[in-house]
């Protein structure tokens, strides 16, 4: 029989690949550009207002889709993307096989194929010689990578049968299986000029998201990293790199054309792709990512050495060695240092996090605990340590900031091996294979996926991209294209399936099973981020069955583990809601009941129906809270759900008139809030709600010391006075609660100030501070807190917030102790304003201060300098807009310290007043304070005069009327007065008999609460 030589060009770009190229370009896009928030109705922190007329606002609308597609996170539609192209991709892969194969004619078994690549030379050719030598048997480096990264998935399907929370592991399973999917799609769906126009698409795509990123950055959040448009400094930086690598090789290749005479070429590399490296790169220094900004170093390394011979190898392997060094040892020494920014909390998390997977290997080195369990196991872990760390474990611990430790974590040794040699073999074989490409194009942007790849595996030492949306997609791209670039599918592949056809076609039926599954469950897991956006609206339109509908659908079938967990969080809170308002509902009608005439079968059946409804949700999310806790490790977020569940079980218990269980059910209810205190003993508001459900149950002293902890972090809360105005009348607070807090300011030189921060007296100097302010005390306040603050600068590794909050409450205890001598106060609030960080925290109590710090500079005597000020903020302010804002300050000011100015500096208040006048004449609030201040030296002319100001300028009858009362009870035998009060009695609809004077503590309080220091 004639033997039959098939000579084909394996570089030949068929019709196939340019489908799929296609694919690739909108599916990378979509996946990096589009998002999916809602329209926001208010200012994200440190945000700034959109300009109407912006292009870019237009450019991010349509990017959001029109906030036609909401979801909470706002990048669910990421992982849908990513899903219906990996899906769609591994069938049109197929489909590009299957072609092939059919176009075979089935030669004998003796016919030879011979691949030659057009752009080579015959000589060039590996098989040119000797067309008909048997190859070498020897381990192809691509395809062990991609034998192992198929037990790498099979292992995370297989980790669900041993994991304690399977229906996490098997989320987390499908988003590997999806995204190893998409790689198997590049590889087996492009030749290797296709791959490297798709790398080409790959620059385009992430030059485009860069520039997008700077632009948003630049307008509408300069406080903050750049982000966008991928929700995450980490995510965009990480996602950048191999585009920054790529065109830096493509530069390099410029560099190559040039030296080969070739100099429009090279310089048109020289521009394109410099242009591009320069955006990306101007993009990732915004992010001002550590870890990323490392592992890019590296890969610039790699560069050299993939381009380079053995000698550019040694340089560069001796000059990563060194750098990874040095930065390190930079790491490292972060650990025990404070920086404005709190970055060093997240590089001090990172050694807590990294111990955790520590321990999780250590319970199952082999196996691990299943994939995605990290997230409900680490947090758990992290209660011991919540004390010790403070600032680093303030949030919930849902990742390792490391996938290979998370890897060994979740999916042992076993499943580290597996993906790491996956990794390693994918390198290997793209090494191996540049020397052996004549195409330079080719070669230069495998030189960069290579380099790419390897930074990207360094990145995932401190990142935790793999397990978010974003990076995978980028990630098994570059994997894809390198696993296509090295080792492009060989023509003996569709011959094997022509002979074969029943492997053909059971082939194909898997592969399109498998497309269909990542694409429904990618719609399944879009579908659930709806849901749980739009529980809100249902729950506000009281649809508690559509309600139940969403929060299940949204648990049920979130993929990503963290997501699945807030999904079930968001679930019971759902419930909660609704059987909190069917509760106040069934109070309603029972009380319409109680006093309305008996005998309402209607109104019974309603009243029993919200009743039984309410306590069938009650005892689902009874179920559900079990199931938490079944899976999660941790209490965190947990108790406060419980405390309302049980909450709403004692007032059923109280009706029906059972005050053993309503006594217990408080009891159950205040333990559960303990038990998250445990995890969270930094957080303001659930400190002040368990003192106050335990208050009288439990010492005072462990309940100012719980309430001390979180302002270490923290700034004081509205919740602080009203808990603690309620504590200081107590008798227990009387002898130990004002011991504690002498104690804590006696004998300040016999005692270290670690010891001191040890025991939280900074923290409890405050809280008494706050206890005086609610007294009145003011100068005992500024003692407190004179104290507090030398501690803190006494004392090392303190959060910037704790010193900046106490120099800011300081500010106004100088003030309100001072009022006549505010240069005290303005250089308190001066450093607090300089030692604010910069974070969301921070930005806030800056926000705050920057407007009462106006009011200082007002009291002294500084006008021109805060109109300076608000000039700077608005300046298109018009004049009388000006006058009036000023005269409002003026007001609150004169407010916030009326009942001592009264006393000690009438002349200040009543100048203050008489400036507001004279700048806003028409605004009832200027006169209700000249009113006041008549009233308080019983001017009876004077304060009729100015109330009656207050009523010609629209003042509000009740505060109107207030005021009269007040006038009445300081000058009783007032007839005028009278007469003014039974006036408006008769103008508001109120009856003199029914009309209670309100008395205030003083004749000469404000009207206005006095705000908190």
Avoid at 292 to 318: Q, W
Wanted: aromatic share 8%; proline share 5%.
């Amino acid at each position: 029989m004639a033997r039959l030589i098939r000579i084909v060009n394996p570089n030949e770009l068929r019709p196939a690949h340019i489908v799929m190229l296609g694919l690739f370009f909108l599916a990378l896009a979509g996946n990096c550009l589009l998002t999916s928030a809602g329209k926001p109705v208010v200012l994200h922190d440190g945000a700034n207002e959109w300009d109407p007329d912006s292009l870019l606002l237009s450019v991010v609308e349509i990017l959001d889709l029109q906030y036609a597609q909401p979801t909470p996170n706002g990048t669910a539609i990421k992982s849908l993307v990513a899903g219906t192209a990996s899906g769609v991709g591994i069938f049109l892969a197929m489909i590009g096989l299957w072609l092939r194969s059919r176009d075979q004619d089935a030669p004998d078994d003796v016919d030879t194929v011979i691949e030659v690549d057009q752009s080579a030379s015959a000589a060039e050719s590996p098989h040119a010689e000797h067309p008909f030598d048997a190859p070498k048997k020897h381990l192809d480096p691509i395809l062990g990578s991609q034998v192992l990264m198929l037990l790498y998935v099979l292992w995370a399907f297989a980790s669900i049968l041993w994991s304690h929370a399977p229906a996490f592991s098997s989320g987390a399973a499908i988003i590997l299986g999806i995204n190893v999917l998409w790689a198997f799609a590049l590889a087996y769906g492009l030749n290797r000029r296709a791959a490297a126009i798709a790398g080409y698409m790959l620059v385009g795509v992430l030059v485009v998201t860069g520039v997008l990123a700077i632009l948003y950055h630049q307008q509408r959040n300069p406080n903050l990293r750049a982000s966008y448009p991928l929700g995450n400094p980490l995510i965009l930086s990480a996602c950048l790199m191999p585009g920054v690598l790529l065109a830096i090789a493509c530069v390099l290749r410029g560099v190559a054309a040039v030296r080969a005479k070739q100099v429009s070429r090279g310089i048109g590399f020289w521009v394109i792709f410099g242009l591009g490296a320069t955006a990306m790169l101007y993009a990732f220094y915004l992010t001002n990512s550590r870890g990323p900004g490392m592992a890019l170093g590296v890969g610039l390394v790699s560069i050299l050495a993939f381009a380079g011979g053995r000698d550019a190898k040694l340089v560069a392997a001796v000059v990563g060695a060194i750098g990874i060094a040095v930065v390190g040892m930079y790491f490292v020494n972060l650990r025990d240092t404070s920086s404005a920014t709190g970055r060093t909390d997240s590089m001090r998390v990172r050694f807590y996090t990294w111990n955790y997977a520590m321990d999780m290997v250590g319970e199952r080195p082999l196996t691990g605990q299943g994939a995605g369990t990290y997230a409900l196991l680490a947090d758990g872990i992290a209660t011991a340590d919540v004390l010790t760390a403070r600032t680093s474990l303030n949030r919930r611990i849902s990742h390792a900031h490391s996938e290979w430790l998370e890897v060994a974590g979740t999916l042992g040794g076993i499943g580290l091996v597996l993906v790491l040699g996956s990794l390693m073999l994918a390198v290997l074989g793209g090494a191996k294979a540049i020397p052996d490409i004549s195409d330079p194009v080719q070669k230069w942007v495998l030189i960069g996926l290579c380099s790419a790849l390897v930074a990207l595996v360094c990145e995932e030492c401190f990142g935790v991209g793999l397990r978010i949306t974003g990076l995978p997609f980028v990630f098994f791209t570059v994997v894809g294209l390198v696993w296509g670039l090295a080792r492009p599918v060989p023509d003996s592949v569709p011959l094997f399936l022509s002979r074969h056809r029943w492997v053909r076609r059971l082939g194909a039926l898997g592969i399109a099973v498998l497309a269909m599954g990542a694409a429904e469950w990618s719609r399944r897991d879009f579908s659930a981020a709806r849901s749980l956006f739009d529980i809100k609206t249902a729950l506000s339109d009281s649809d508690w069955d559509e309600a139940d509908r969403l929060s299940s659908n949204a648990f049920e079938y979130r993929l990503r583990p963290q997501r699945k967990l807030i999904a079930l969080f968001q679930k019971i809170r759902s419930k909660l809601y609704s059987a909190e308002q069917l509760q106040r509902q069934y109070l309603r009608r029972l009380s319409i009941q109680s006093s309305g005439p008996p005998g309402n079968a209607l109104l019974e059946k309603r009243t029993e129906d919200d009743r039984a409804l309410s306590e069938e949700m009650i005892e689902q999310a009874f179920a559900d809270l079990a199931l938490l806790r079944s899976v999660c490790s941790s209490e965190m977020g947990v108790g406060t759900l419980e405390y309302g569940l049980r909450q709403l079980r004692a007032v059923y218990a109280t009706v029906d008139e059972r005050a053993e269980d309503a006594s217990n059910e408080h009891i159950m209810a205040t333990k559960a809030i303990a038990a998250q205190l445990e995890r969270q003993p930094f957080e303001p508001e659930l400190a002040a709600r368990w003192v106050r459900a335990s208050m009288g149950s439990v010492e005072v002293t462990a309940g100012l010391e719980a309430m001390a902890r979180p302002l270490r972090m923290n700034s004081l809360s509205p919740s602080y006075l009203e808990v603690l105005s309620v504590l200081a009348q107590t008798e227990a607070y009387q002898s130990a609660g004002a011991a504690m807090i002498e104690s804590a300011l006696s004998n300040p030189e016999s005692v270290d100030s670690q010891k001191r921060m040890n025991r939280w007296s900074p923290e409890v100097l405050r809280l008494g501070a706050v206890v005086a302010y609610a007294k009145n005390q003011h100068a005992e306040s500024v003692k407190y807190l004179q104290e507090a603050v030398r501690i803190y600068e006494d004392a090392p590794r303190i959060p910037l917030l704790a010193r900046a909050s106490c120099y800011a409450e300081l500010a106004d205890a100088l003030f309100f102790a001072s009022p006549q001598d505010p240069q005290l106060a303005i250089k308190a609030a001066e450093s607090s304003l300089t030692l604010a960080p910069r974070s969301q925290l921070g930005r806030r109590l800056t926000s705050q201060l920057t407007d009462r710090i106006l009011a200082y500079h007002l009291a002294a005597d500084h006008e021109s300098f805060v109109k300076e000020k608000l000039l700077e903020r608005s300046p298109n302010l018009e004049p009388e807009q000006l006058n009036r804002n000023i005269a409002r300050r003026y007001v609150e000011m004169a407010y916030s310290v009326f009942g001592t100015a009264l006393e000690r500096i009438p002349y200040k208040l009543n100048g203050w007043s008489q400036r507001a006048i004279e700048l806003d004449p028409n605004s009832a609030p200027t006169w209700f304070l000249a009113a006041d201040i008549s009233l308080h030296v019983r001017d009876e002319k004077q304060t009729v005069e100015r109330i009656n100001r207050a009523i010609e300028h629209g003042g509000d009858p009740q505060d109107i009327y207030s005021i009269v009362l007040r006038a009445q009870i300081a000058m009783p035998t007032s007839q005028v007065i009278a007469g003014m009060r039974s006036h408006i009695e008769r103008e508001i609809g109120i009856s003199n008999e029914a009309a209670t004077p309100v008395v205030p503590p003083s004749a000469a309080e404000p009207t206005e609460p006095n705000p908190a220091p």
